[in-house]
């Protein structure tokens, strides 16, 4: 099946994408990720209500003085009040007065909403929107018209339905944007009911329309889903089957209750399995990339197991699947990685093969092609020690640091005389206590000088970190450019209670990336501890210190 060669993007992270519970933007949040979309070629970014309050009233008014070099940004409000005319309404002032030149207009095409909601007759909602799309194309505005819940409208009162679209388009509206409101349709839902609208505002569908001018443009189909049954993203693709030009969505799938359609993966699937064309190759390669800059902006991390931009979307477990990975990788990768800037995992777990632990550690540095004596020796002690809590999975530094002690080739950067930690809590609040501070005082030796540093923080990790990084700093400066990011703790065995086995893992960063560690104890600062050495450890030794 053939279809359109371009798909025009419409991004609603300012505007939808901030309904998400926990995100809220500030002024220089959105505009760094309208700027990091149009980079990426993003063709239509909503801005959000240009009246609703000040930081918004700011966006578009910084956007003026400083244009974007391709999207085109979009205000969004909703038509005329009931009863009141288009060049009279408020609302379509605010509009026009953040002077962005696409506007985009919510409007009812459900004949229930219409008369439980807006309170007021199906013939007057008709009126609203036509009068809204026309006042607004006459200011010379690109015109959105949202349909809102247009496919339950659709399944409730066809006609009524299509009237609406239909008022719209004969109005001048540039696109048509269908919305499943509620996120519960299907996808065969949608492509029956976008097809129909797509052939009744075609040239032919409008002309054959006897209240229609023969000099009317007809306007693009696009679609807009949210995500409530879990289709969101294939709804979105079976519009454009259907014949739908333009998809809204969010970055990382970000919106209210469920979320909306993941912008990202939308376009990925696009390009890569449709043949359209949304933000070129060359841009698609950035696609990791945004979906981590927006999620960090967001305060969010990227899930794991997102499509395409997840960190485990090309992670490869089994055995089985690492040896054929090698020879064939079409059959346990969908497409090339680097398409949408990601890249092939081998994880290394008790699952693992030797293909894997080869692959893996190859990534890491070392060439075991060259050591095959010892390949079995670390995947006997991989699984020894994963039988004993370890997870490899997420710990690249520590599986490399295990690596090279198998080889011979690990050097220790200090040793550990003692360390204590003293937590002091002076006060006594119970559960809402907060001023309880930690003290670490650690005792090193590298080489034939001995080390003292105590280091306070909020918690005793914090602290041992500070003083760890405080004695090591004066040896290896390297470590200042460290930092730890992420601090997980899970009990191995619960039955045990504070007796269990504890499982730390701690990722740290610097200016070449991140990585992973790992340590496991009955004391859990005994295992924070482990973990932290080894992430200093391996962040010296990545980069040759």
Known sequence: MRYMSKIITYDTTLRDGEQSEGVTLSLEDKLRIARRLDEFGVDIIEGGFPASNPKDIAFFRELREHPLKHARIAAFGATCKRGVP????????DLLASRAPVVAIVGKTWDAQVELALRTTLDENLRMISDSVAYLKSRGR??????????????????????????????????????????GMLPF????????????????????????????????????????????????????????????????????RVGNADLLTVIADLELKMGCECVGAESLKKLMSVASYVAEICNFSVWAHAPYVGTSAFAHKGGLHASAIVRFPQAYEHEDPTAVGNASRMLVS??????SLVTKAAQLGFDLRQEPQSIQAILDEVKAREAQGYSYEVADGSLALLIARKLGKYQPFFTLESFRVIVDDREDYGAIAKDAQSEATIKIHVGDRRYVATGEGTGPVGALDNALHMALSEFYPQVNDMELIDFKVRLLDE?????????????????????????VSENIIEASWNALVESLEYGLMRIGA
């Open 86 to 93: 288009a060049s009279e309404d408020q609302g379509l002032a």
């Open 142 to 183: 690109e015109v959105v018209f949202d349909a809102e819940h247009f496919f339950d409208g659709y399944k409730s009162n066809p006609e009524y339905a299509l009237k609406c679209v239909l008022a719209a388009a004969r109005a001048g509206a540039d696109s048509i944007d269908l919305c499943d409101t509620n996120g």
């Open 189 to 256: 839902e949608i492509e029956r009911m976008t097809r129909i609208v797509v052939e009744a505002v075609s040239p032919d569908g409008l002309q054959t329309d006897q209240s229609a001018a023969s000099s009317i443009k007809a306007p693009r189909v696009g679609i807009h889903c949210h995500n409530d049954g879990g289709c969101a993203v294939a709804n979105t693709l079976s519009a454009v089957r259907a014949g739908a030009t333009q998809f809204q969505g969010t970055v990382n799938g970000y919106g209210e």
């Open 350 to 355: 008790e699952l693992a093969g030797k293909a």
């Open 495 to 519: 039955s045990t209670g504070t007796d269990a086995i504890t499982r730390v893992a701690i990722t740290l960063r610097d200016e070449n990336g991140t990585w992973g560690t790992i340590g």
